[in-house]
Structures are given as C-alpha cells and as structure tokens.
C-alpha cells in the first residue's frame, strides 16, 4: 500500500520563504519606527534684535524617494515645527514649506518666507516672480496665511535659517549664528536663492525653455 505523502514546496525546503517573511516583518517595524531631534538656533532679525529658534523635526525609517529599498531615517512629511517667542508673544509653524528666513515686518509683527518650488509643484504660486512664498500670523501666532506675492521690503534681506539640518545620527542642540553660516556654506554656494531672497528669483520649473 502506498502512503500519502505531501509534497514540501522547494521554496520551504530551502528556507527561503521564512527568511523572506522575517524581512518583511522586520521592514514594517522598522518603517513603525522614529525619532525626533529638537535644536535651537541664534536668528537675527532685520531690526537688529535676534532671537533664539526652536525647531523639530521627526525622522522615520524609509525608503528613498528614487529607491524604496534605501531605508534610512529622513525627515517625514508634517513633521516639522518652528517655535520662538517675539516680544514676549509666542508663535509656531508647523507647515513643511522650506522657510529661508524669518524677519519683523514694517507694521511689526513676524513673517516667514519660504521657497516656492514645492508651492509651485501644486499649483499655489505657479511661477510667480520671485519665488517665494511669504507666511502672515493671526493673532493666536499659530495660524498663517500667505499674500499672492511676498512684499518689496524683503528683496535682498540676508537669509538667517538652518539648512543643513541635525539628524537623528549627528544631534547638535544648539547652532550660534557663526554655527549656522559653517554649517550651510557649502550649500549656499550652490543656491543663491537660499543666500539672500533675490528679488528675480524664479526657480528651476519655471526658467524660460531655450529654442
């Protein structure tokens, strides 16, 4: 009499497939996984004052954005906030919207001016002259909005933000303004639009097309 026998997929046998299962578990907690990294930085304002500026920014294990296998912790998407206290008074921003520079208007009160590529992208400022988007607080200092164009009083003012950010991997709680300027050198000399708001700027999408 024969006895049944079940077949054992070659797959199994080879302990592939087990392998193949843990990977896959192990990327969902890692992708579960974050950390968030908090730092001040010495901002100095157009009217001469300056100020201390406390951001976060939460990372999460992910993919790259041209490979998802490249996993690594990069900074997620609304994880970002700007907190800092003006004359007493105490504002937050909390959009991801590349903020170059923070300064006191004429009337008196902050503004935040971001680049306007990503606000381009969805159709916001489509290529507006020059690029940048420029944020207005309520009286709470938590909520913002933005005029169709930034104001001639900002042309030419001196960028005073972080750009080369800390990561999870190299902490750093505090950036002097000395600090500041060593840590973006080396990207500012590629983008000058990041070193003061140049008042032609009109971003890589939106550059006349050559014939």
Known sequence: MKKNVMLTPFFWTKGLIPRIALTAVALML????SKTVQWEEEVPLNTGETIWVKRTVKYTYQGGAGNPLDMAYRPEHGGSVTEFTWRGKPYRFDLDAGIVLIAIS???YPVLVGEGDYWNLI??????IPLYVQFVPDAT????TWPA??????YNLETNRLFAIPTPNRPKQRYTVEERKAANAPGLARSLSRLRINPTYTGDLCRPKEK
């Open 30 to 33: 890692l992708t579960a996984c």
């Open 149 to 154: 164009k930034i104001e001639p009083w900002l």
């Open 141 to 144: 200092g938590r909520n913002w």
């Open 123 to 128: 159709g916001k400022y489509k290529c507006t």
């Open 106 to 108: 004429p009337q008196g």
